[in-house]
């Protein structure tokens, strides 16, 4: 693509992170955060355009417009539908609006939609599946051993939906970060529900939208977002080297939440936060060691699957 087909991307998934007007202040310090880190990537000035964004000084017709192949407007489609997902279900707002970025990129109507509903059908999964129905097991009964491996397999599995180029498989990084956390409350005795987690994720300083944002606009301005078959593997040294915030996020975020049930959800706000940034650190530190099997896990997973194995894990 070209620098002005990825700065329309990045500036209409800006566009799509807004368009309910119901993004936390936190949040909206992430989205900032995250343009000001990839500032200047392939030519693309993110502080200026999340600027211009939220100044209302862009639009989309004129973003449609810079979206000159058909595999760029398909791109920039599928990211505006994950960013709209990424916090749960689309609200009336980001519907809309993703309608009328059908009509302007002129997409054909039913594959587009079909796209949607595959996102949407990610983002509803429920926390508990299969087994998870039964009580929760009392906090005497855990096996901080498996609890460990299962936190492990998970950095493992989300380090390697990282690592490939499609969309879907970066927005499945989310929910089963989610499952992840749900998972580790039930075996201390805690029943959760998804608007718990989802504030146990935002308190230790991971926001749903700006999460997805981060991954994806590392991909995409790397060049491996929207490749496929021997691309990924191709892109998969370059990709590794710039970012693997997938494995240390999701490790330390079980950790973390570990750390949180184990000992009755009495951590303050700030300890959960440090906890997060201490444990993170440690993470990022373990990447090389476990890089390999996260390029391993790349390439055995199936990209047209990624819906089951959210459901099933």
Do not use: W
């Not at 192949?69 to 920039?76: G, N």
């Not at 994950?82 to 707002?93: F, H, I, K, L, P």
């Not at 201390?188 to 994806?216: I, M, N, P, R």
């Amino acid at each position: 693509m070209t620098p002005s087909e990825t700065r329309a991307i990045v500036t209409l998934s800006l566009l799509a992170a807004f368009v309910d007007g119901d993004k936390h202040e936190r949040e909206r310090a992430e989205i900032k955060r995250i343009a000001e880190g990839l500032s200047q990537a392939d030519g693309v000035q993110l502080p200026m355009l999340y600027q211009d964004v939220l100044m209302k000084r862009v639009s989309l017709p004129a973003v449609a417009a810079e979206l000159k192949s058909s595999e760029s407007r398909q791109l920039a489609y599928e990211m505006a539908v994950c960013v709209c997902d990424a916090d749960g279900t689309q609200s009336e707002a980001e519907r809309m609006f993703l309608a009328d970025v059908r009509t302007s990129l002129g997409l054909d109507a039913p594959a587009a939609q079909q796209f949607a509903k595959e996102a949407e059908e990610i983002a509803a999964v429920p926390l508990a599946t299969g087994a998870a129905t039964v009580s929760a097991a009392p906090a005497a009964t855990v096996d901080n051993a498996e609890l460990d491996k299962a936190i492990l397999n998970a950095a493992i599995l989300n380090g390697a939906l990282e690592l490939l180029p499609e969309t879907l498989s970066t927005m499945a990084i989310i929910p089963l970060q989610m499952k992840l956390v749900y998972r580790i409350g039930r075996a201390h005795g805690y029943e959760l529900d998804s608007g718990h987690v989802k504030d146990f994720l935002a308190t230790v300083g991971v926001g749903l939208t700006s999460q997805y944002l981060e991954q994806a606009g590392r991909k995409l301005l790397g060049g491996l977002l929207g490749k496929v078959g021997g691309g990924m593997l191709r892109g998969i040294g370059k990709q590794a080297v710039s970012s693997g915030m997938s494995f240390a996020a999701t490790y330390a975020l079980g950790h973390v939440a570990k750390r949180y049930y184990a000992g009755g959800r009495t951590l303050s706000t700030q300890m959960l936060k440090e906890a997060y940034a201490s444990v993170t650190q440690e993470a990022q530190g373990l990447q090389t060691r476990y890089l390999p099997a996260m390029q391993e896990k790349a390439r055995t997973l199936d990209a047209g699957k990624i819906l089951s194995m959210v459901r099933g894990a």
